[in-house]
């Protein structure tokens, strides 16, 4: 059984427990926003109409207190993880990589399962502590990912409003370090396919939020959702060999997820043009398993034989454009693949948009505390992924 997928009394006195901790070890550097983004998704009038964002409840967690260097956020990195007894991040401690695996603390090659929010902008109301503890208690999920989207609508460049966007991730960083959970930052380009166009934004958002998470080691920062429009691996090189030393300057091990060509599906090209520092770098392929299917899986064995670690940071069992049918063959052909290699996987999507990929049925308006008939067909088969099912 999952350690993990049950939920327990030691779970409760660990978050009690990490509670007090986090105040004066941990606490993050910067107050939650009384307001929250709320741009709707365009692409799905259905969707936009339920996404009114309500205020959301009063902080958690309030702002570093003594012990904590407000300025930088620093608290002791060992104080953050030992506080979570019996917790993911708790067991299992800073991440890195060796050969093609992530490892834990312990050297122990490590699985990360998680589930990737929406886009941040159009539904931030699954970034709540209750949300990421459901996942880990009823679900079997030891991770989450929180998806920035840069170019589409209410993007970080596009018109959206940063701050509230960069208060999003702060909660849902503080959650999931609350929770024992490791959490992916990523700077989801997709429309703006090519990194290169905004290195100097991401730059700059990568130096702060790698400074604000400089001591907690459960944050991972994936730098490029997914290149695509004919952007090179040599391109996404040039791009990577930038933002990697912003983050390793304040955060030197953190793991650091690097996109592919063609939406993160040429995971076989790092090998023979590799970074100029590839420590504790994984490289990301993303599946949707209605329409990648044999191809991409053998990309993906390629290039774990030419040495290559490769991270499925997002992923769903429909088409790529995170609807249509689902393929529940090949759908099992990677759960098979992820498993027997140990591979770390991102469900897209926490949402209740009316689109294959949502975790959630379009009716729920719970944010939190999902029963079964909450779930769609992709949610209740990824849960039964995570679990073990
Ligand atoms: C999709 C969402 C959809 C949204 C669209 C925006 O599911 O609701 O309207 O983005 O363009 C990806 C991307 C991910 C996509 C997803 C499905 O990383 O942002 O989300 N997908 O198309 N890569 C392959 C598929």
Redesign the pocket.
């Known amino acids: 059984m999952h350690p993990f997928s049950h939920s327990s009394v030691r779970y409760r006195a660990a978050v009690l427990l990490t509670a007090s901790l986090l105040a004066v070890g941990c606490g993050g550097t910067i107050s939650r926003a009384a307001d929250s983004s709320s741009a709707s ?4 009038a259905s ?1 936009s109409e339920q996404l009114t964002v309500s205020e959301p409840a009063s902080p958690q967690y309030g702002p570093a207190t003594s012990g904590t260097n407000a300025a930088t956020g620093s608290g002791s990195a060992s104080a953050c993880l030992s506080a979570e007894s019996g917790t993911p991040a708790a067991v299992h401690g800073a991440l890195s990589v060796r050969g093609t695996d992530l490892i834990d603390q312990s050297g122990n090659p490590f699985q990360l399962k998680g589930i990737s929010t ?2 941040l902008a ?1 539904f931030p109301q699954y970034v709540n502590e209750d949300a990421f503890r459901t996942l880990r208690d009823r679900w079997g999920a030891n991770a989450v990912r929180l ?1 920035m ?1 840069t170019g ?1 609508y209410g993007g970080y460049l596009t018109g959206g409003d940063r701050s509230a966007l960069e208060n999003l991730i702060d909660q849902g960083v503080q959650a999931a370090e609350h929770l024992g959970m490791y959490v992916i930052i990523d700077w ?1 380009i ?2 703006d396919g090519n990194p290169n166009q905004h290195t100097g934004e991401a730059a700059d958002f990568f130096r702060r939020m790698s400074a604000r998470y400089a001591n907690h080691p459960n944050v991972l920062y994936e730098i490029c ?2 290149p695509n429009g004919g952007t090179t691996w040599d391109e996404i090189r040039q791009y990577a060999d930038q933002i990697i030393p912003v983050i390793r300057e304040n955060s030197p091990g953190a793991v650091i997820i690097c996109g592919t060509p063609t ?2 599906q040429d995971v076989d090209q790092p090998a023979g043009n590799p970074l100029s520092n590839p420590e504790n770098v994984m490289y990301a392929l ?1 599946f ?1 398993a209605a329409t990648h299917k044999d191809g991409i899986r053998d990309k993906l064995i390629r290039a774990r034989a030419a040495g290559t670690p490769v991270i499925v940071s ?1 992923f ?1 069992i429909c088409d ?4 249509g049918g689902i393929d529940y063959e090949s759908a099992e052909a990677w759960k098979r693949l992820l498993n027997e290699n140990n591979i770390s996987y991102f469900s ?2 926490l ?1 209740n ?1 009316a ?1 294959t ?2 975790l959630l049925v379009p009716g729920c308006q719970k944010t939190a505390d999902w029963d079964d008939s909450d779930l769609t067909e992709t949610g209740r088969w990824v849960r039964r992924l995570m679990l073990g099912q």
């Open positions: 998704d365009p692409t799905d969707a929406h886009g159009w998806a989207y589409e989801h997709l429309s959702n997914e939406w993160s993303h949707y997002e769903s790529a454009s995170g609807n897209w999507n949402s948009k689109e990929s949502a």
